[in-house]
């Protein structure tokens, strides 16, 4: 027998909008959401889980990792490389110390940042050495800068050069190595800005400086006596972000576009006069409630398998470290996130890999099952809640039609959400129809072979013109995948609300 309804079909979901109320968003829009991401299909999963590195043992004593870093040494060699404590550990079947005679004073925020010069590692905090320098063999050394400055901040790999900016003394001095030499530099061989340097980032064809007053960028010239000519790009707009806030918190993506954070949201730049928002989905009710002050001490990387940019942020009024992960979709241009559970103090892409390290010690995958290292990721997301048929129209909610791919014999919650109501919920089973004999384990939670877009019908109650659906689930080992929801209703017409008695 036909059902006599209407109906609303929200998703498959391009975006998260934490900017706007429920009500406001569109049927491709989430209202909110915690460790779930959007896939390249619009659908809504958990986020992946966490492992510790080659399932690797904590680093003796537990010290915060400061550095996590992959490079490849020669063609065929490469080498994944950590700072933890007062030590450097690059790994080969556990963790092995080639710390040497360098020196690296332990702290929190003695975060590095590292290049890859032609196969030599080089890696600075601001806080000990110029640098440091590694090979691949042997232990690490201290980089020989011909004493021209001492503590560098930032560096890039430029040019067959090795740049390093922000130097003890002259924060807004550039120094700049001979040719295929990182251990020879001359004694002019240096810019100076009228600002500090805050970042850099080398491109195709510029190595980008980020400053307190504006991103410059440096074009060779080919000419030997001016190697380079200084071009200021940003800045003019004083009401406007004029650079990055952390020199960690800046992406170079393909085609010389970055994307970085400011104080304000996350900002894209092209190369032209102003940075562009690209973050306004998370303002208001997220990122008013980013600890600013501690932005110094984000990240970013750049996840190219999914075309994913991902952001880790102070989230908290007195957080000092990055406890949250944003993600921007670079495809659809939609946000997702966050992700938490967890803190992190660094990051790099490792085997292709979101890798990020913490305060126990452990450098941690975070693209690998359905848990973090046995422990539940509890997650969910809500739909948007758009108006049946208007904001002024009541109508009587009925049920929910729930499109998702089979993953196993277990539930999620589906709960009915509304401002207006209190709503029906329901336990959906993720094997539904996809559970058949000659598939399947008997007695186990897992599917063999996944089956894409089930259906199954929740019932909802109450009369109200919008209402949304939220979907969670706190388990080990076990995921969903919702593609779409529709909501059925009956229209009952535009009605006066009672008025709230005086008492």
Not at 230 to 256: H, K, Y
Not at 280 to 300: E, H, M, P, V
Not at 344 to 362: E, Q, S, T, W, Y
Not at 451 to 480: E, F, H, T, W
Request: net charge negative.
């Amino acid at each position: 027998m036909a059902l006599n309804a209407m109906s609303i079909p929200l998703g498959p979901w391009r975006t998260v909008r934490y900017d706007v109320p429920p009500e406001e968003c569109a049927a491709d829009e989430l209202a909110d959401m915690y460790n779930t991401r959007i896939g390249s299909g619009g659908q809504v999963e958990p986020r992946p889980g966490t492992l510790s590195y080659q399932s690797a043992a904590a680093i003796a004593g537990t010290p915060t990792v400061t550095l996590a870093a992959e490079f490849d040494a020669t063609a065929t060699t490469t080498y994944v490389v950590i700072a933890a404590g007062a030590k450097l550990y690059y790994y080969n079947s556990g963790w092995t110390d080639i710390t040497g005679f360098t020196t690296i004073t332990a702290g929190n925020d003695n975060t590095f940042e590292w290049a890859n010069c032609n196969g030599t590692l080089a890696i600075t905090t601001g806080v000990d050495s110029a640098a440091i320098k590694w090979t691949g063999t042997g232990d690490a050394t201290a980089l020989d800068v011909d004493s021209r400055f001492t503590k560098g901040k930032h560096l890039a790999w430029f040019d067959n050069r090795l740049w390093i900016g922000n130097v003890s003394g002259a924060t807004g001095q550039l120094w700049y190595s001979n040719i295929a030499d990182i251990e020879t530099w001359g004694a002019t061989s240096y810019f100076a800005f009228g600002a500090i340097i805050t970042g850099l980032v080398a491109t195709q064809n510029a190595l980008t400086v980020h400053t307190s007053e504006g991103i410059y960028t440096l074009i060779a010239t080919g000419n030997a006596v001016t190697p380079y000519v200084p071009n200021r790009r940003t800045g003019s707009n004083q009401a406007a972000p004029l650079a990055a806030v952390s020199g960690r918190a800046i992406v170079a993506l393909p085609g010389d576009v970055q994307v970085m954070v400011c104080e304000d949201g996350i900002y894209q730049w092209s190369g032209g006069a102003d940075l562009d928002k690209i973050s306004y989905a998370l303002d208001g009710g997220y990122w008013n409630t980013i600890r600013t002050s501690r932005l110094g001490q984000s990240f970013a990387l750049f996840f190219p398998r999914e075309n994913e940019v991902w952001f880790a942020l102070p989230y908290g009024s007195s957080q000092t470290t990055m406890n949250h992960i944003v993600v921007f979709n670079r495809r659809t241009g939609g946000w997702h996130g966050p992700y938490g559970g967890w803190e992190r103090n660094c990051g790099a892409l490792v085997d292709g890999k979101p890798h990020f390290g913490c305060f126990d010690g452990i450098l941690w995958n975070h693209d690998t099952g359905d848990d973090d290292n046995g422990t539940a990721i509890a997650s969910w997301f809500e739909t948007g809640s758009p108006a049946a048929i208007a904001g002024d129209v009541s109508v009587r909610w009925i049920g929910a039609r729930c499109l998702y791919d089979g993953k196993g014999r277990y539930n999620v919650t589906a709960t009915q959400r509304s401002t207006e109501l209190v709503g029906a919920s329901s336990l959906l089973d993720m094997s539904g129809a996809g559970f058949t004999l000659g598939t399947d384990i008997l007695g186990s939670d897992v599917i063999l072979q996944e089956v894409r877009q089930l259906s199954q019908d929740m019932s909802m109650l109450g009369y109200s013109p919008s209402c949304g659906i939220r979907i969670s689930q706190n388990a080990v080992n076990q995921s969903y995948s919702f593609r779409k929801i529709f909501l059925r209703f009956k229209p009952l017409g535009r009605q006066l609300k009672p008025k709230p008695v005086d008492r």
